[in-house]
């Protein structure tokens, strides 16, 4: 009866605590969760690095070998789903964001603990970003992305599990970029001039250096760090105090820890997953050959899914403001622009060039993007209404010597350039150039270096270019490129002083979709521009490079890999069939 | 009186694919299954359970057992340890060229490629067409392979393949690369009715070798009970290249191991 009694106060309390506790439950099975299934605890995710961790300090560090490591330390306010791509609750349970868009404030998990045991409040909020990241002695590159209109938002504390944010102005983007790592005030806090006027001003760029012991650096991410050896090992273990659960209220992480196998060489990363001395690997494209032949027998999976190409986008710009006036005509015309889509034929570029590695690419919103819309206008390959729309326009073989002509009987022709030395861009130019000749038109190859085309591109002296810009989940990164007066606006500087409507328009749309914090309504204005952009074809999109990943079999909950976090993002819900194995390997 | 075995053996393993393969099930058929295939089969599908021997225990039943099945199963585990051994490259080298069986100095070849990796291109080749024994030139091979694969051409390897002037070593190297090309690109893959001619009949053991490691790709997907038959029937017709007999015991020990 005594025992029973014990048993039932003992429940009680552990019901209380838990309650008492806000951990966040990862729903594996359902929704976006469905391929993610309840997992075993043990075992390490082994994974190359090519280089040293610089430093353990998320807020400083710049390079992916001390980011990968210190990305697995920290968390933020807010996440972002590694498969939506969408912002949902991290260490803020919830927000409210007042009705002039101007005040977000966040209220926080209650009951959670620091690696180190430490209880987690408001305060070590409010230190984060007012002792450190607002804190012009810290050299932190994420300063500069919560900026909105040049100014920093303000933060304030509410009480202890609730902090509030003011910004100059509504700023959608702001959701997504307030996940910063929360530092622990109890361990940071006095070196911070902020807190502290005598503290060193170096001090907050210095601590968690690389020979810190790793029971001083605190955070509340899913791993803690436990060992470095230079030029060996990076060594991450569970943190005790995570607040993830499975739905079966299992803590996450499931995995003891992550290993970080140090080498400096790309050909011995590769040789050692062959190996089986690391669980996953993002291969190259010539790498994949080999893997593939020895996948079977060796147990490894090559992902490679037509549904996860890269961020980024490679197009063909053709410069409205070109120093030839009679070609600037015509780039100028839609018409002209539409014919020239219809001239890329993109699934050769995929058969043939692209290895299959590659789908084409229609929007200027990357395609996993939860903004990108699929359904634009499409202008594919199509030689006979390529001719139809040239022919249209004017442009026709007057002389018949088989090249289409200006109206004053001069052949109509043009520079296509792409950067030298890049094989893939080079065989896409030339076949660009086949099939325009097999419509008459004119078009003349000539790869330059790099850095003379990016001047030539920049300085509007080019006539038209194959080139690729990097991409993101979010458009309005795109800004500076789809803005009238934007830096990278290169395929017609001139609509900063004369916009044409749809410039104007597309302006507009990039001001509205930023302003709104709902998503459905910043979706409505990013897709018009997006059908904007597809049917003035100001950049003619080509093909978008496959994402690649290659891991043992051993390995589960991995149906998520992809560019938005590769495989260290995930690394909280992975968990090893065999604990025992790294790679195809038994192991200790 | 050896299809009158080989029947009796067939029902006996049926059976126990059935009921679930164990480790003795395994050991007994890789020291002395009637069928070299079965013992190969057995042996691949050891290689999990032998990692939990010692390294001299491994050394010794891969440089003396009497059945092919144990000393692959011993080998192919004994590779796995090693890759966590400390040696040098000199030690490695001497390892793959000293062993006493084919077997013993396969074992050294995954932690002696980690030690040529750094190598340059030339040196690498050289090794590979020049090197003291078929291990050496095949690790050399591997690694200088990989190091080039960004220039590899399904053609270039079918002509390394294909030339009897190159050593053994570094052709089984280009052979199972060439597997891959075989695999990729999708547009120019081979199916599997093209892998298994290739594989029964290619101009020459490398070329059917390659064609049967592409293979095994497909046969994967097959049940245990299937492989099994088929390779005893493969068995029985002396016809069958070696290199396809091999595809099916591979898929076999791996369709094994997976039921362990």
Same mark, same amino acid.
């Given at each position: 009866?005594?025992?029973?009694?014990?048993?039932?106060?003992?429940?009680?309390?552990?019901?209380?605590?838990?309650?008492?506790?806000?951990?966040?439950?990862?729903?594996?099975?359902?929704?976006?969760?469905?391929?993610?299934?309840?997992?075993?605890?043990?075992?390490?995710?082994?994974?190359?690095?090519?280089?040293?961790?610089?430093?353990?300090?998320?807020?400083?560090?710049?390079?992916?070998?001390?980011?990968?490591?210190?990305?697995?330390?920290?968390?933020?306010?807010?996440?972002?789903?590694?498969?939506?791509?969408?912002?949902?609750?991290?260490?803020?349970?919830?927000?409210?964001?007042?009705?002039?868009?101007?005040?977000?404030?966040?209220?926080?998990?209650?009951?959670?603990?620091?690696?180190?045991?430490?209880?987690?409040?408001?305060?070590?909020?409010?230190?984060?970003?007012?002792?450190?990241?607002?804190?012009?002695?810290?050299?932190?590159?994420?300063?500069?992305?919560?900026?909105?209109?040049?100014?920093?938002?303000?933060?304030?504390?509410?009480?202890?599990?609730?902090?509030?944010?003011?910004?100059?102005?509504?700023?959608?983007?702001?959701?997504?970029?307030?996940?910063?790592?929360?530092?622990?005030?109890?361990?940071?806090?006095?070196?911070?001039?902020?807190?502290?006027?005598?503290?060193?001003?170096?001090?907050?760029?210095?601590?968690?250096?690389?020979?810190?012991?790793?029971?001083?650096?605190?955070?509340?991410?899913?791993?803690?760090?436990?060992?470095?050896?230079?030029?060996?090992?990076?060594?991450?273990?569970?943190?005790?105090?995570?607040?993830?659960?499975?739905?079966?209220?299992?803590?996450?992480?499931?995995?003891?820890?992550?290993?970080?196998?140090?080498?400096?060489?790309?050909?011995?990363?590769?040789?050692?997953?062959?190996?089986?001395?690391?669980?996953?690997?993002?291969?190259?494209?010539?790498?994949?050959?080999?893997?593939?032949?020895?996948?079977?027998?060796? /147990?490894?999976?090559?992902?490679? #899914?037509? *549904?996860?190409?890269? $961020?980024?986008? =490679?197009?063909? !710009?053709? &410069?409205?403001?070109?120093?030839?006036?009679?070609?600037?005509?015509?780039?100028?015309?839609?018409?002209?622009?539409?014919?020239?889509?219809?001239?890329?034929?993109?699934?050769?570029?995929?058969?043939?060039?692209?290895?299959?590695?590659?789908?084409?690419?229609?929007?200027?919103?990357?395609?996993?993007?939860?903004?990108?819309?699929?359904?634009?206008?499409?202008?594919p390959y199509d030689l006979e209404r390529a001719a139809q729309l040239l022919d249209q326009i004017g442009l026709v073989d007057r002389n018949g010597? /088989?090249?289409?002509?200006?109206? #004053?009987? *001069?052949?109509?022709? $043009?520079?296509? =350039?792409?950067? !030298?030395? &890049?094989?893939?861009?080079?065989?896409?130019?030339?076949?660009?150039?086949?099939?325009?000749?097999?419509?008459?038109?004119?078009?003349?190859?000539?790869?330059?270096?790099?850095?003379?085309?990016?001047?030539?591109?920049?300085?509007?002296?080019?006539?038209?270019?194959?080139?690729?810009?990097?991409?993101?989940?979010?458009?309005?990164?795109?800004?500076?490129?789809?803005?009238?007066?934007?830096?990278?606006?290169?395929?017609?500087?001139?609509?900063?002083?004369?916009?044409?409507?749809?410039?104007?328009?597309?302006?507009?749309?990039? #001001?509205?979709?930023?302003?709104?914090?709902?998503?459905?309504?910043?979706?409505?204005?990013?897709?018009?521009?997006?059908?904007?952009?597809?049917?003035?074809?100001?950049?003619?999109?080509?093909?978008?490079?496959?994402?690649?990943?290659?891991?043992?079999?051993?390995?589960?909950?991995?149906?998520?890999?992809?560019?938005?976090?590769?495989?260290?993002?995930?690394?909280?819900?992975?968990?090893?069939?065999?604990?025992?194995?790294?790679?195809?390997?038994?192991?200790? | 009186?050896?299809?009158?075995?080989?029947?009796?053996?067939?029902?006996?393993?049926?059976?126990?694919?059935?009921?679930?393969?164990?480790?003795?099930?395994?050991?007994?058929?890789?020291?002395?299954?009637?069928?070299?295939?079965?013992?190969?089969?057995?042996?691949?599908?050891?290689?999990?359970?032998?990692?939990?021997?010692?390294?001299?225990?491994?050394?010794?039943?891969?440089?003396?057992?009497?059945?092919?099945?144990?000393?692959?199963?011993?080998?192919?585990?004994?590779?796995?340890?090693?890759?966590?051994?400390?040696?040098?490259?000199?030690?490695?080298?001497?390892?793959?060229?000293?062993?006493?069986?084919?077997?013993?100095?396969?074992?050294?070849?995954?932690?002696?490629?980690?030690?040529?990796?750094?190598?340059?291109?030339?040196?690498?080749?050289?090794?590979?067409?020049?090197?003291?024994?078929?291990?050496?030139?095949?690790?050399?091979?591997?690694?200088?392979?990989?190091?080039?694969?960004?220039?590899?051409?399904?053609?270039?390897?079918?002509?390394?393949?294909?030339?009897?002037?190159?050593?053994?070593?570094?052709?089984?190297?280009?052979?199972?690369?060439?597997?891959?090309?075989?695999?990729?690109?999708?547009?120019?893959?081979?199916?599997?009715?093209?892998?298994?001619?290739?594989?029964?009949?290619?101009?020459?053991?490398?070329?059917?070798?390659?064609?049967?490691?592409?293979?095994?790709?497909?046969?994967?997907?097959?049940?245990?009970?299937?492989?099994?038959?088929?390779?005893?029937?493969?068995?029985?017709?002396?016809?069958?290249?070696?290199?396809?007999?091999?595809?099916?015991?591979?898929?076999?020990?791996?369709?094994?191991?997976?039921?362990?």
């Open positions: 009866m005594k025992k029973l009694v014990i048993g039932l106060v003992a429940s009680a309390f552990l019901v209380g605590f838990a309650l008492a506790q806000e951990y966040k439950v990862v729903p594996f099975g359902q929704d976006e969760w469905k391929d993610f299934t309840v997992g075993n605890y043990g075992g390490y995710l082994v994974v190359g690095s090519l280089d040293n961790p610089k430093t353990f300090n998320e807020h400083v560090a710049q390079e992916t070998s001390s980011t990968d490591v210190t990305g697995r330390l920290h968390a933020g306010l807010v996440e972002i789903n590694p498969i939506t791509d969408l912002p949902e609750p991290g260490l803020a349970k919830s927000w409210e964001i007042s009705s002039d868009g101007l005040t977000i404030t966040f209220y926080l998990r209650q009951g959670l603990q620091w690696s180190d045991g430490e209880p987690f409040t408001a305060d070590d909020v409010v230190f984060t970003f007012n002792g450190v990241i607002f804190n012009e002695d810290v050299r932190t590159d994420y300063r500069d992305v919560l900026m909105v209109e040049d100014k920093l938002p303000t933060c304030e504390k509410v009480d202890d599990f609730t902090v509030a944010f003011t910004l100059p102005a509504p700023f959608r983007p702001f959701l997504r970029m307030i996940g910063g790592a929360i530092y622990p005030a109890h361990k940071l806090q006095q070196l911070s001039r902020v807190y502290n006027p005598d503290a060193d001003p170096e001090a907050l760029n210095s601590v968690w250096g690389v020979d810190t012991p790793p029971e001083e650096i605190v955070g509340m991410g899913p791993f803690k760090l436990k060992e470095f050896i230079p030029d060996q090992l990076v060594v991450l273990e569970r943190n005790p105090y995570y607040w993830k659960v499975d739905p079966q209220g299992n803590k996450l992480p499931y995995l003891d820890g992550i290993k970080f196998v140090i080498s400096f060489s790309l050909d011995t990363i590769m040789l050692k997953f062959r190996n089986g001395e690391l669980d996953v690997y993002a291969p190259r494209p010539e790498d994949l050959a080999t893997l593939i032949g020895e996948a079977a027998a060796k /147990g490894i999976e090559i992902m490679i #899914d037509p *549904t996860k190409p890269l $961020f980024g986008t =490679t197009w063909i !710009a053709f &410069n409205q403001d070109c120093p030839n006036e009679n070609l600037r005509e015509y780039f100028r015309m839609v018409e002209f622009r539409q014919a020239m889509s219809h001239l890329v034929d993109r699934q050769s570029m995929i058969d043939n060039i692209y290895l299959g590695l590659g789908v084409p690419q229609w929007s200027p919103v990357s395609m996993l993007s939860p903004f990108y819309y699929p359904d634009v206008p499409k202008f010597d /088989g090249w289409r002509d200006f109206p #004053d009987g *001069t052949t109509f022709e $043009f520079e296509l =350039t792409t950067n !030298a030395g &890049n094989t893939i861009r080079e065989q896409c130019c030339q076949m660009f150039v086949e099939d325009a000749k097999k419509v008459g038109l004119k078009v003349n190859f000539v790869p330059i270096a790099f850095n003379a085309l990016v001047t030539k591109l920049l300085g509007g002296e080019y006539e038209a270019c194959l080139l690729g810009l990097t991409g993101s989940s979010e458009p309005h990164g795109g800004r500076n490129v789809e803005w009238s007066c934007g830096g990278l606006h290169f395929w017609k500087y001139s609509d900063c002083e004369e916009p044409t409507p749809v410039a104007q328009r597309i302006d507009e749309l990039f #001001d509205l979709g930023v302003k709104t914090y709902d998503f459905n309504e910043a979706y409505e204005y990013y897709k018009e521009y997006q059908i904007l952009a597809a049917e003035n074809q100001f950049l003619i999109y080509t093909v978008n490079m496959l994402f690649r990943y290659a891991f043992y079999k051993n390995l589960q909950n991995t149906a998520a890999f992809s560019p938005l976090v590769g495989a260290l993002g995930l690394s909280e819900f992975l968990w090893k069939a065999n604990p025992n194995m790294v790679g195809n390997r038994v192991v200790g | 009186m050896k299809k009158v075995s080989v029947l009796f053996i067939c029902g006996m393993v049926a059976s126990l694919g059935w009921a679930g393969v164990t480790v003795a099930d395994l050991e007994r058929m890789a020291a002395r299954d009637i069928i070299p295939e079965i013992q190969l089969a057995a042996g691949y599908a050891l290689v999990t359970p032998y990692a939990a021997k010692s390294e001299t225990d491994l050394l010794n039943l891969a440089s003396s057992a009497s059945g092919a099945g144990i000393r692959l199963a011993a080998s192919l585990a004994l590779a796995q340890k090693w890759l966590d051994a400390e040696k040098t490259r000199d030690e490695w080298l001497a390892l793959a060229t000293e062993g006493k069986t084919a077997e013993a100095r396969a074992a050294a070849v995954p932690a002696l490629m980690e030690a040529l990796i750094g190598d340059n291109a030339d040196a690498l080749l050289e090794l590979a067409k020049t090197g003291p024994t078929e291990e050496v030139q095949y690790a050399a091979g591997k690694a200088y392979l990989q190091k080039v694969r960004g220039k590899l051409t399904r053609d270039m390897l079918e002509g390394i393949c294909a030339d009897d002037t190159l050593s053994g070593g570094y052709r089984k190297a280009a052979a199972e690369v060439l597997a891959g090309y075989y695999l990729f690109p999708k547009l120019t893959a081979l199916s599997r009715q093209e892998l298994e001619e290739k594989a029964l009949n290619g101009a020459n053991p490398y070329l059917r070798y390659a064609a049967a490691t592409a293979l095994v790709s497909f046969l994967v997907e097959e049940s245990a009970d299937a492989l099994y038959k088929k390779v005893v029937s493969l068995f029985l017709d002396p016809g069958v290249s070696a290199e396809y007999r091999w595809a099916y015991a591979q898929a076999l020990g791996l369709a094994w191991a997976k039921g362990l």
